[in-house]
């Protein structure tokens, strides 16, 4: 499941390394606190999705919603729903992508304001600390954001 750390004015919100981290009800539902939360954090704070693992992640849980199609609609209009709110959120947002990002978990990456990858064979972002070179890019692009 997704948590939530604060570091200063950056809140970094952790994809689960050991899951794909599809759009599971619950997922989303811990998503949307985190978000919540970053908005409401004073004074005006950046938020990071990073991920650490295989899979940044793999956007909708076709076989959630597979085993619940009376739920489907709904669970649609939800996830459109956190395209939405990222894309328009007053929070500097940075998508710190780690790995394979599909379907709707790219145009969710997209929605943030910022994108940045590691560059190929160069260290990911680990739970607990996001390391070089990525920070520094996170880092750079906030201040370039902030300046503008």
């Known amino acids: 499941m ?78 459109k729903a956190l395209l939405t709110h990222t894309l328009a959120s007053p929070v500097i947002s ?4 780690n790995g394979h990002t599909f379907g709707a978990a790219a145009m969710w990456a997209l929605a943030h304001d910022i994108r940045v990858m590691p560059p190929a064979g160069k260290s990911k972002p680990v739970r607990g600390q996001i390391k070089e070179p990525l920070y520094a890019e996170i880092l750079a692009a906030l201040r370039a954001q902030r300046q503008a």
């Open 94 to 97: 940075v998508a710190a992508l």
């Open 2 to 79: 997704p948590m939530l750390e604060r570091d200063g004015e950056t809140f970094i919100l952790w994809l689960d390394p050991d899951d794909e981290n599809r759009f599971h009800p619950d997922w989303l539902a811990a998503v949307e606190r985190a978000l919540g939360e970053a908005e409401a954090a004073r004074p005006p704070c950046a938020l990071v999705t990073a991920g650490s693992g295989k899979f940044w992640s793999n956007g909708p849980y076709v076989e959630w919603m597979m085993t619940n199609p009376d739920q489907a609609t709904a669970y649609i209009t939800r996830v």
